[in-house]
Protein backbone atom coordinates (compact mmCIF):
# COMPACT_ATOMS: atom_id res chain seq x y z
CA UNK A 1 0.00 0.00 0.00
CA UNK A 2 1.18 3.65 -0.40
CA UNK A 3 0.56 7.00 0.66
CA UNK A 4 -0.97 9.62 -1.91
CA UNK A 5 1.52 11.07 -4.33
CA UNK A 6 2.21 14.78 -3.01
CA UNK A 7 0.14 17.54 -4.84
CA UNK A 8 1.30 17.92 -8.94
CA UNK A 9 0.63 20.53 -10.42
CA UNK A 10 -1.40 21.95 -7.64
CA UNK A 11 -3.82 18.10 -6.99
CA UNK A 12 -2.62 15.32 -4.99
CA UNK A 13 -2.90 12.46 -6.53
CA UNK A 14 -4.36 9.23 -5.48
CA UNK A 15 -4.31 5.67 -7.17
CA UNK A 16 -7.33 3.09 -6.78
CA UNK A 17 -8.08 -0.44 -7.31
CA UNK A 18 -11.52 -1.39 -8.28
CA UNK A 19 -11.53 -5.28 -7.85
CA UNK A 20 -14.01 -8.15 -7.76
CA UNK A 21 -15.45 -11.22 -9.31
CA UNK A 22 -16.78 -11.76 -12.95
CA UNK A 23 -19.07 -9.40 -14.19
CA UNK A 24 -19.89 -7.26 -10.62
CA UNK A 25 -19.72 -3.95 -12.63
CA UNK A 26 -16.32 -3.07 -12.18
CA UNK A 27 -16.01 -1.72 -15.99
CA UNK A 28 -19.47 -0.27 -15.66
CA UNK A 29 -18.43 1.70 -12.13
CA UNK A 30 -15.13 3.26 -13.47
CA UNK A 31 -17.23 4.35 -16.64
CA UNK A 32 -19.72 5.90 -14.63
CA UNK A 33 -17.36 7.87 -12.65
CA UNK A 34 -14.85 8.80 -14.97
CA UNK A 35 -13.73 12.63 -15.97
CA UNK A 36 -12.38 10.86 -19.43
CA UNK A 37 -13.26 7.93 -21.88
CA UNK A 38 -11.67 5.32 -20.17
CA UNK A 39 -9.35 3.03 -21.35
CA UNK A 40 -10.99 -0.64 -21.82
CA UNK A 41 -9.65 -4.09 -22.76
CA UNK A 42 -13.03 -5.91 -23.46
CA UNK A 43 -13.13 -8.62 -25.48
CA UNK A 44 -16.33 -10.87 -26.54
CA UNK A 45 -16.92 -13.87 -24.84
CA UNK A 46 -17.17 -16.79 -27.04
CA UNK A 47 -17.93 -20.68 -26.86
CA UNK A 48 -14.05 -21.06 -25.99
CA UNK A 49 -14.17 -19.34 -22.46
CA UNK A 50 -17.56 -21.32 -21.56
CA UNK A 51 -15.57 -23.94 -19.81
CA UNK A 52 -13.65 -21.23 -17.10
CA UNK A 53 -16.16 -18.20 -17.59
CA UNK A 54 -19.56 -19.53 -16.05
CA UNK A 55 -21.99 -16.94 -16.67
CA UNK A 56 -24.43 -18.31 -14.51
CA UNK A 57 -26.51 -15.45 -13.12
CA UNK A 58 -24.95 -13.17 -15.59
CA UNK A 59 -26.25 -14.79 -19.15
CA UNK A 60 -26.67 -11.52 -20.70
CA UNK A 61 -23.08 -10.19 -20.54
CA UNK A 62 -21.13 -10.67 -23.69
CA UNK A 63 -17.89 -9.09 -22.94
CA UNK A 64 -15.05 -9.60 -20.51
CA UNK A 65 -12.06 -7.20 -19.44
CA UNK A 66 -8.86 -9.22 -20.09
CA UNK A 67 -6.25 -6.80 -19.32
CA UNK A 68 -7.50 -3.76 -16.90
CA UNK A 69 -9.74 -0.61 -17.22
CA UNK A 70 -8.43 2.91 -16.40
CA UNK A 71 -10.50 5.68 -15.77
CA UNK A 72 -9.63 9.29 -13.22
CA UNK A 73 -11.89 11.25 -11.58
CA UNK A 74 -10.96 14.71 -10.16
CA UNK A 75 -12.59 16.30 -6.95
CA UNK A 76 -11.89 20.25 -6.55
CA UNK A 77 -11.29 21.01 -2.86
CA UNK A 78 -8.91 23.30 -0.63
CA UNK A 79 -6.72 20.53 -2.03
CA UNK A 80 -7.54 19.25 -5.46
CA UNK A 81 -7.41 15.19 -5.15
CA UNK A 82 -7.32 12.99 -8.48
CA UNK A 83 -8.04 9.38 -8.40
CA UNK A 84 -6.28 7.33 -10.92
CA UNK A 85 -9.19 4.03 -11.11
CA UNK A 86 -7.55 0.43 -12.47
CA UNK A 87 -10.39 -1.88 -12.72
CA UNK A 88 -8.97 -5.60 -12.28
CA UNK A 89 -10.18 -8.30 -14.58
CA UNK A 90 -12.31 -10.98 -12.25
CA UNK A 91 -11.86 -14.30 -13.88
CA UNK A 92 -9.26 -16.66 -11.82
CA UNK A 93 -7.32 -17.10 -14.36
CA UNK A 94 -6.44 -13.94 -14.45
CA UNK A 95 -5.41 -13.04 -10.34
CA UNK A 96 -1.40 -13.43 -10.93
CA UNK A 97 -1.87 -9.60 -13.08
CA UNK A 98 -3.89 -8.29 -9.24
CA UNK A 99 -0.73 -7.79 -8.52
CA UNK A 100 1.06 -5.31 -11.03
CA UNK A 101 -2.42 -3.41 -10.73
CA UNK A 102 -1.91 -3.44 -7.26
CA UNK A 103 1.46 -1.53 -6.84
CA UNK A 104 1.11 1.64 -5.35
CA UNK A 105 -1.98 2.04 -4.74
CA UNK A 106 -3.42 3.73 -1.29
CA UNK A 107 -6.72 1.54 -1.15
CA UNK A 108 -9.24 -0.66 -3.03
CA UNK A 109 -13.17 -0.88 -3.80
CA UNK A 110 -13.97 -4.92 -3.61
CA UNK A 111 -17.49 -4.95 -5.52
CA UNK A 112 -19.73 -7.77 -4.78
CA UNK A 113 -23.11 -8.94 -6.37
CA UNK A 114 -25.37 -10.47 -4.04
CA UNK A 115 -26.45 -12.94 -6.22
CA UNK A 116 -22.55 -14.56 -6.62
CA UNK A 117 -21.02 -13.28 -3.69
CA UNK A 118 -18.36 -15.65 -3.35
CA UNK A 119 -17.21 -14.33 -6.49
CA UNK A 120 -15.80 -11.64 -4.77
CA UNK A 121 -14.47 -13.50 -1.52
CA UNK A 122 -10.53 -13.62 -3.54
CA UNK A 123 -10.26 -9.36 -3.78
CA UNK A 124 -11.10 -9.16 0.12
CA UNK A 125 -8.59 -11.67 1.03
CA UNK A 126 -5.87 -10.61 -1.62
CA UNK A 127 -6.29 -6.87 -0.42
CA UNK A 128 -6.55 -8.11 2.94
CA UNK A 129 -3.00 -10.27 2.70
CA UNK A 130 -1.62 -7.23 0.80
CA UNK A 131 -2.34 -5.13 4.13
CA UNK A 132 -4.03 -2.69 1.81
CA UNK A 133 -7.27 -0.59 3.09
CA UNK A 134 -10.30 -1.60 1.54
CA UNK A 135 -14.02 -1.10 1.07
CA UNK A 136 -16.71 -3.47 0.08
CA UNK A 137 -19.75 -2.37 -2.48
CA UNK A 138 -22.23 -4.72 -3.13
CA UNK A 139 -23.69 -3.06 -6.14
CA UNK A 140 -27.52 -3.69 -6.54
CA UNK A 141 -28.44 -5.71 -9.83
CA UNK A 142 -31.93 -5.74 -10.37
CA UNK A 143 -34.27 -9.14 -8.83
CA UNK A 144 -30.97 -9.51 -6.16
CA UNK A 145 -32.02 -10.52 -3.05
CA UNK A 146 -31.73 -8.86 -0.52
CA UNK A 147 -28.89 -9.16 2.03
CA UNK A 148 -27.98 -7.70 5.27
CA UNK A 149 -25.05 -5.86 5.95
CA UNK A 150 -24.50 -8.05 9.02
CA UNK A 151 -24.91 -11.22 6.77
CA UNK A 152 -22.58 -10.13 3.90
CA UNK A 153 -19.62 -8.97 6.84
CA UNK A 154 -20.42 -12.64 7.93
CA UNK A 155 -19.80 -13.58 4.08
CA UNK A 156 -16.45 -11.84 3.59
CA UNK A 157 -15.43 -12.81 7.29
CA UNK A 158 -14.94 -9.02 7.79
CA UNK A 159 -15.18 -6.84 11.25
CA UNK A 160 -16.85 -3.19 11.21
CA UNK A 161 -13.06 -2.06 10.53
CA UNK A 162 -14.08 -2.55 6.38
CA UNK A 163 -16.66 -0.13 5.29
CA UNK A 164 -19.55 -1.91 3.87
CA UNK A 165 -21.96 0.21 1.70
CA UNK A 166 -24.60 -0.58 -1.21
CA UNK A 167 -24.18 1.14 -4.45
CA UNK A 168 -25.40 1.37 -8.27
CA UNK A 169 -22.76 0.76 -10.03
CA UNK A 170 -23.97 2.92 -13.22
CA UNK A 171 -24.82 6.23 -11.33
CA UNK A 172 -21.78 8.33 -10.99
CA UNK A 173 -22.89 10.05 -7.54
CA UNK A 174 -23.27 6.11 -5.96
CA UNK A 175 -19.48 5.44 -7.30
CA UNK A 176 -18.04 8.69 -6.40
CA UNK A 177 -19.85 8.17 -2.55
CA UNK A 178 -17.90 4.73 -2.08
CA UNK A 179 -14.70 6.25 -3.39
CA UNK A 180 -15.11 8.75 -0.93
CA UNK A 181 -15.73 5.94 1.90
CA UNK A 182 -12.36 4.60 0.38
CA UNK A 183 -10.21 7.95 0.59
CA UNK A 184 -11.37 9.07 3.99
CA UNK A 185 -10.72 4.79 5.25
CA UNK A 186 -7.56 4.72 3.43
CA UNK A 187 -6.34 8.66 4.81
CA UNK A 188 -7.26 7.29 8.31
CA UNK A 189 -5.62 3.72 7.66
CA UNK A 190 -2.51 5.24 6.32
CA UNK A 191 -2.01 8.33 8.61
CA UNK A 192 -1.52 10.68 5.68
CA UNK A 193 -1.02 14.41 5.94
CA UNK A 194 -3.89 16.48 7.08
CA UNK A 195 -4.59 17.46 3.74
CA UNK A 196 -6.12 15.07 2.08
CA UNK A 197 -8.68 14.49 5.01
CA UNK A 198 -9.11 18.57 4.68
CA UNK A 199 -9.75 18.23 0.82
CA UNK A 200 -12.41 15.61 1.54
Given at each position: ?10 R ?9 G?G????TA ?11 T??L??T ?7 L ?19 W???T????Y ?12 F?H??A???S???V????R ?13 Q ?7 A ?9 R ?26 S??A??L???Q ?6 Q????L?D??
Amino acid sequence: MTRPSPPAGGRMIVKVVIAGGFGVGKTTAIGAVSDITPLRTEELLTTRSAATDSLHGIEEKSTTTVAFDFGRVGWDAPTPVELYLFGTPGQPRFWDFWHDLAAGASGAVVLADTRRIAASFHAADFFEQLGMPFVIAVNRFPGAAPRSPAEIRESFDVDDSVPLMFCDARSPDSVAAVLLALIQHAALQLQTPPSLLDAL
